[in-house]
């Protein structure tokens, strides 16, 4: 168990629908990241996030956004679903922001759009 | 080019074999090297963490990196049935100002088979 709690754990929903995904990070970690996987893209750095403030964006889509609030825990939005958003997400935390340290990984939430 | 390229495999080797994993990459400011280990629905673990070029060995993993050729290996021995995963090599570094983004192989399939 890494100790970042990721929920929910399967959803389905339909095309042009909004789903919010939930990060609790490691106890003392100040640093939350956001993560796709799929197969034919492998793991995308989507967005980080440390002590609440935007670090680093990645291949984020505009339909998508996240925030980190003052309990560090985390929310990823994503709108205007598409079949091809289809995907694993994944979050992960780390003590501090720096991309160099060991970064702990939730069990993911396994997103369908049918 | 992909920033990390890594053979998808899959990869099937027998109980005891030595398994050789590599990944090889185009960014030159790249300097922190890892393997995570990913086991089926579950999300990646840190296995082995190197910082610039050279050998690092805990166990039956050994890690290597050739900066000069941007080549990174992963080196099981004595591989067990349990070594059974897709492994990910990621790496990171001071680009454009910015070393926060962890950078992501596809991942290769292993099964050790009893």
């Known amino acids: 168990d890494s100790g970042v709690t990721q929920t929910p754990k399967h959803l389905i929903t339909a095309t042009g629908q909004r789903v919010t995904l939930r990060c609790s990070p490691r106890?003392?970690?100040?640093?939350v990241y956001w993560y796709q996987q799929s197969l034919d893209q492998g793991l995308q750095f989507l967005i980080q996030?440390?002590?609440?403030?935007?670090?680093a964006k990645g291949n984020i889509l505009e339909r998508f956004s996240a925030q980190q609030f003052p309990d560090l825990h985390s929310e990823l939005n994503l709108s205007s679903l598409e079949l091809g958003d289809s995907a694993l997400y994944f979050c992960?935390?780390?003590?501090?922001?720096?991309?160099?340290?060991?970064?702990?990984f939730g069990e993911g939430s396994r997103l369908t759009v049918l | 080019q992909k920033e990390v390229e890594q053979d998808p495999g899959p990869l099937s080797v027998p109980e005891g074999a030595i398994v050789s994993l590599n990944c090889t990459y185009s960014?030159?400011?790249?300097?922190?090297f890892m393997w995570y280990r990913q086991y089926s629905r579950k999300g990646p673990e840190l296995l082995m963490y190197?910082?610039?070029?050279g050998n690092k060995e805990d166990g039956r993993f050994t890690a290597q990196v050739d900066k000069s050729s941007k080549y990174i290996s992963l080196f099981i021995r004595d591989s067990q049935p349990s070594d059974s995963a897709t492994y990910l090599c990621?790496?990171?570094?001071?680009?454009?100002?910015?070393?926060?983004?962890?950078?992501f192989g596809k991942g290769t399939l292993l099964t050790v088979n009893p």
């Open positions: 992960a935390s780390s003590v501090e922001g720096l991309g160099n340290g060991e970064l702990f």
């Open positions: 106890s003392g970690d100040l640093s």
């Open positions: 996030y440390y002590n609440g403030e935007e670090r």
């Open positions: 960014n030159s400011a790249f300097q922190y």
């Open positions: 190197t910082y610039s070029s």
């Open positions: 990621a790496m990171s570094g001071n680009s454009g100002g910015s070393n926060y983004k962890l950078t």
